[in-house]
């Protein structure tokens, strides 16, 4: 059973598809705890299923390092397996994705690398792409950077507002996430493979 720490900041949707699936006794993770960066509505979904959360605000801090220090010391306490980056708004500081990568995955939507960012519905729209999508990839140093595991596309229709692109997204994205945690669980996506090879043919 792979144990799974999910980092969120906002509404938490995709924590909610997450804890819906690991509620079947036939899916092969859990998830052990929830952070957060900030006071997130999402967190209630935590604790609907009894499951623990904490959180780490950056203005806490004298540094952004001590941060992420911190942050990853409330994750280690739950010794996962796997850390979920679920709609985590915030760049995760060098010492906190080298101690987790590649057993650090975050969901982006779009398909990277078009788009990387925090507004990436509203550059997609703005640059007149005619689909853009999902994807969930390993985090490393940058941003929105990481290999990529999967990719999902969803069409832009005309009219489209940032909302409503946004939520034809993430109705995609939930499953893909869901289903991409359950291929780490049960090997079909293997995180240190992937890394590995993504470093050979990246490294001169
Ligand atoms: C997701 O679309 C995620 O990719 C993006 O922010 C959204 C978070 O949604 N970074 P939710 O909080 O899971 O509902």
Known sequence: MLSIVVLISGGGSNLRALLDATSDDDYPARIVAVGSDTDADGLAHAEAFGVPSFTVVPTSFASRADWGDELLQQVQ??????????????????????????????????????????????????????????????????????????????PVLPGDTEHVLQERIKTVERDLLVQTVRNIATGTIDLDTIHHSNRSTTTP
């Open 77 to 154: 306490q739950w010794s996962p397996d796997l850390v979920v980056c679920a709609g985590f708004m915030r760049i995760l500081p060098p010492r906190f994705v080298e101690a987790l990568s590649p057993q650090l995955i975050n969901t982006h939507p779009a398909l990277l690398p078009l788009f990387p960012g925090a507004h990436a519905v509203r550059d997609a729209l703005a640059a007149g792409a005619r689909e853009t999508g999902v994807t969930v990839h390993i985090v490393d140093e940058g941003v929105d950077t990481g290999p990529t595991l999967v990719q999902r596309v969803v």
